[in-house]
């Protein structure tokens, strides 16, 4: 069975502007509400519809409230995916060499949905790279033995093979230490292309 | 819109075997094909068919050889993702305290095809915990004053969430620390779990 086809095109023809899903470990941030205002703006500024995972739901299902909290906000951010034409992943490394994970799960959900799907990160060197640094190693192996993914690509292979399969891009850009969390450069890059895809 | 509906079994009404795919970091062990001969032999005990990311693929598109590996491989995977009627994925912390990047991709993206997603891992403590170990600290926060997700659950909630969601389970067992990449007690366990659910 072949995979999904990329992505013709957004869906927006049905729309009068594209919904974009802003995934990242910004929710984590301290102000998470303020961060995802200023994410929007960005989208705004380009005529583009950010969609924050801390956003209501219009049509929540009434019986999500006798959820567990993280169960219910796991349900309500595959339906903001669901609801959006095209996903935007803060992929800067979060706690390791790759991306945070929920996002990674996230770029992978709208992956196969068969819509477009961006990566930007605060980071420029590639995941072979920071995968040895965090490792202490030089070779092709970590300290267990196993195998360090090297194709010079931004993370494994799959999160950067699914953004250029859907026809998205994956802009990665050092910034200083202290602004990896606040920096939006590579960001706004992103969403340039988003916004000419349509 | 709502999320995708947790699938209402499996999908091997139309096949005489389920078909598994076996997401996981063990593709970077040193001898690769042997541990993918190793987890079929554990599906087949289960009359379980098991689909490695390392098998070829029947009817691979022909223009599929002109992309560079690293591409044909991505695209190869979704493709055989979207031919399993399940997914089972070593979760087992892979270089920091959430599963392996690729792997999480391969979840999240099967979890939008509206099948059940299975998850194991040879680590029993749970997400808060190992982060805050990865991190160094005891709070609520990491040293970037970011929040630390606190649910007792397994891994990032959206992966734990998708597991629930969709009917499967998420099975942890600690092993001997040198024991992390070959014991298979908890995918065993796993298994029994998808097979029975048919």
Known sequence: MPSPAPAPGCANVWRDQMRVYLAG??????????????????????????????????DEPADWANLPEALRIARRNEAHIAGCDALVANLTPFRGPSADAGTVFELGFMRALGRPVF????????????????????????????L???????????????ILASGGVFTRRDVAQD??????AAFEICLDAVAHRG
Chains 1, 2 share one sequence.
């Open 179 to 184: 602004e990896i969390w606040s920096d939006l």
């Open 148 to 162: 360090i993914e090297d194709f010079a690509l931004g993370d494994n292979l799959m999160i950067a093979g699914a």
């Open 25 to 58: 470990p910004d929710v984590f941030l301290p102000d998470p509400l303020a961060r995802a205002a200023r994410l929007k703006a960005c989208c705004a500024a380009r005529g583009l519809v950010g969609v924050s995972p801390l956003d209501a739901l219009a």
């Open 119 to 146: 990566g930007w990160s605060n980071m420029e060197a590639d995941f072979a790279s920071r995968t040895r640094a965090f490792c202490g190693v030089a070779g092709e192996t970590d300290p267990d033995g196993m």
